[in-house]
């Protein structure tokens, strides 16, 4: 077959859809030399990425996600290519594209918590036409987890049968450091960041749905009480639209406490899982929740939402009990309250690290890529779910 793949988001720098179409399009130039594969980029990946493979090639589309480009340059170029099967990895396909797809939705934020960004009717109006389009007609809809499979079904109502759930991996690089490397990160943390132990860790964006603000209180609810030696580190790009959390730090005058880094290279992203006492993602909704396993794959303990995916990503031991320690993201004192457990009692943390050891090898972007290749083998008609 000629296989094309939306690589419109692709990178190898950052978490979510970026990191997956990433790893989708390495780990299928070492499995599948059957197939010819296109790759439809935008600047400046289309310059900086060369395939692999010789049955991978790429193309250059420069059209923006709700763009008038979208509609119309990439659709006269994916029917020019005659595709045999195209893969959206996002929701975003030409309305007016016809021939046979499928479509990877990682999650309906913007349907749930649509935040700030989408507060234009054209902007909404253009979101609801596009991903409905896309469940409608994609042969098949790849699901990142069974949560975002239920809420396509009872949201969108989506036909069960057409879904497939594909779960995402964790990348090498996320590891545990041993005694030197910790020391050689604690040094170079200090100096570039003025971070120091111990420290609760944060990663990712700064939208609503992120929920900063309850870890925020939460964070002045615990240091207030105990534990007033301990820092907040919060990593991720400030976003002008969601200033809540970097008011409520001074509201509490948690200035000294609280470090808010910007965007840093996933070196120190991996230096940071390491060196944390815990690991908090307090989020009130996720697709899939990537940092969980970040977080597992770096033997850190890590406190979570009892919401949307997150349990499911977590999972539980044989007795039942879950893989990270889960609060309700509504409650700032049962964040602190479950946070503070982890901090006192030792036994705890390190059944919390040895589980998340555990859990984190049963995902891989390898087995990602071959569940994935065998859905675009697979007869439309057919189904499958990994438990």
């Known amino acids: 077959m000629k296989i094309g793949i939306d690589c419109r988001m692709f990178s190898s720098s950052f978490t979510g859809i970026g990191r997956y179409t990433f790893e989708l399009v390495e780990n299928l130039q070492r499995i599948s030399p059957m197939h010819e594969y296109v790759l439809f980029f935008n600047e400046p990946e289309f310059s900086s990425y060369a395939p ?6 790429k193309v250059l589309v420069n059209a923006k996600h709700y763009s008038v480009k979208e509609q119309t340059a990439f659709l006269k170029i994916l029917n020019k290519e005659n595709l045999d099967l195209m893969h959206f990895t996002h929701f ?14 990682h999650d309906l934020t913007h349907t749930l918590f649509p935040g700030r960004k989408m507060t234009s009717f054209p902007y909404r109006f253009a979101y609801k036409m596009v991903i409905k389009n896309a469940v409608r007609r994609a042969r098949r809809i790849i699901a990142v987890s ?43 943390l200090a100096k570039k960041y003025g971070i120091s132990k111990p420290f609760l860790l944060y990663t990712g964006v700064h939208r609503y749905h992120k929920n900063l603000p309850r ?17 907040l580190i919060i990593t991720g790009k400030k976003d ?19 470090i808010f880094t910007g965007l840093i290279p996933e070196e120190d992203i991996i230096a ?17 929740g990537l940092p969980l396993l970040e977080a597992f794959a770096c033997g850190t303990p890590v406190a979570a939402s009892n919401v949307s995916s997150i349990p499911e990503i977590a999972g539980h031991d044989k007795t039942g009990s ?30 919390l690290i040895t589980n998340g050891l555990k859990r984190v090898k049963e995902f891989s972007w390898e087995k990602m890529a071959e569940e994935i290749l065998n859905l675009y083998n697979r007869p439309s008609s057919q189904s499958q779910e990994r438990s």
């Open 52 to 57: 692999k493979a010789p049955n991978f090639k």
């Open 92 to 105: 975003n396909a030409p309305i007016r594209y016809r021939k046979p797809f499928i479509v990877t939705i």
């Open 146 to 188: 069974k949560n975002t499979k239920e809420d396509l079904i009872k949201i969108l109502k989506v036909d069960p049968s057409k879904i497939d759930v594909i779960y995402e991996g964790v990348n090498d690089e996320f590891r545990q450091l041993n005694d030197e490397g910790k020391k050689e990160a604690e040094k170079s």
């Open 215 to 231: 870890l925020i209180e939460a964070f002045n609810i615990l240091t207030a009480s105990s534990h007033k030696d301990l820092s």
């Open 240 to 258: 002008p639209l969601y200033p809540e959390a970097e008011k409520l730090v001074k509201t509490f005058a948690l200035e000294n406490k609280v």
């Open 272 to 288: 940071l899982y390491n060196l944390a006492s815990v690991y908090v993602f307090p989020s009130l909704y996720e697709g899939f």
């Open 322 to 351: 879950s893989n990270a320690l889960l609060f309700d993201p509504y409650s700032p004192q049962d964040i602190a309250k479950k946070i503070e457990q982890i901090l006192d009692v030792p036994t705890l943390q390190q059944k």
